[in-house]
């Protein structure tokens, strides 16, 4: 009888464990116990990480957004392309994979995105006392879209960051030559340190400024961190300026906390631009469509 009942008890213990694991499992969080929809994104905590948690708030999405990085939805998209499969991942202008493929912004009625944004230049306090040609050099520079987009293509065609900088800077000197303030070309010394967050937009933005700098004589550190820290440094002074503010909407939250304590040098890039990206095979146009199709987005 004992060995009975050990039995017993053992096949209703599993039946409890099975139970409980495959009703978790199953549910995928939502009430009709289907698998959720998947938006692939990039790195916790950036301002188009936050848009889209409010998106898929705001538009009662039944979808899933995946942490990732910008290089990993980068691998993602075109592992999806290649096979021809359906894909979502937060996009943003510019960037390098709008001229490699044929892609498409999902329309946002509710403009939870935003409108058309600015990359801005942010310095410490007192680096214009300080380093005044550094400070004019920063202020000075502005690029276009297809300007950044040109060292993007290099540097995801196997250039380094420094090489593909270079290599722009080479071909568009007269416009390098309007951001250096006249008879400081060479022969100036000392640190400059630069923040940024290693989107490819901002790696190609501050790795051409960083070379720039390197030119005339300064020696610049490039220091690659997530928006939350880059937006604390510049506050601190830690870093002598960022090229990388996306405003007014991406990184707003950020710069509240911290605009009494910086300089805005106003915009190095306009025509700016964040939300979610599909194919262009992908047959729907809004946001307001995905639950329709979320299947497809696994």
């Not at 995105?113 to 202020?139: C, F, S």
């Not at 720039?212 to 002598?240: C, H, P, Q, R, S």
Request: net charge negative.
């Amino acid at each position: 009888m004992k060995k009975a009942w050990k039995l017993i008890t053992l096949v209703i213990t599993l039946a409890m464990l099975s139970a409980l694991l495959f009703g978790c499992a199953g549910s995928g969080g939502d009430e009709g116990g289907g698998v959720k929809g998947k938006i692939v994104g990039i790195e916790p905590g950036a301002g188009i990480m936050k848009a889209t948690e409010k998106a898929i708030k705001e538009y009662n999405l039944d979808f899933i957004l995946q942490d990732s990085s910008s290089a990993a939805m980068a691998a993602s998209l075109k592992k999806a392309i290649d096979a021809n499969e359906w894909i979502v991942v937060t996009g943003w202008t510019p960037h390098w994979k709008f001229a490699k493929w044929d892609l498409k912004y999902l329309e946002d009625p509710k403009g939870i995105y935003g409108g058309e944004e600015h990359i801005a230049t942010i310095v410490r306090p007192g680096l214009k006392d300080e380093k005044p040609v550094v400070y004019q050099v920063l202020d000075n520079f502005y690029w276009t879209p297809a300007d950044m987009e040109a060292v993007m293509l290099d540097i995801e065609g196997g250039m380094t960051p420094d090489d593909a900088a270079q290599k722009w800077i080479q071909e568009n000197q007269d416009k390098v030559n309007e951001w250096i303030p006249g008879g400081k070309e060479t022969g100036n010394s000392g640190k400059v340190i630069l923040g940024y967050v290693e989107w490819d937009s901002e790696i190609a933005s501050t790795h051409v400024v960083k070379n720039v700098l390197e030119n005339m004589g300064y020696e610049v550190e490039a220091v690659a961190v997530d928006a939350g820290v880059m937006w604390t440094g510049i506050g601190k002074g830690e870093f002598d300026g960022i090229v990388s503010a996306w405003l007014p909407g991406t990184h707003a939250d950020y710069y509240a906390k911290v605009k009494d304590k910086v300089e805005n040098l106003g915009p190095n890039l306009e025509g700016a631009k964040i939300g979610l990206v599909v194919p262009t095979y992908v047959t729907i146009n809004s946001i307001e469509e995905l639950n329709s199709v979320k299947d497809k987005f696994q």
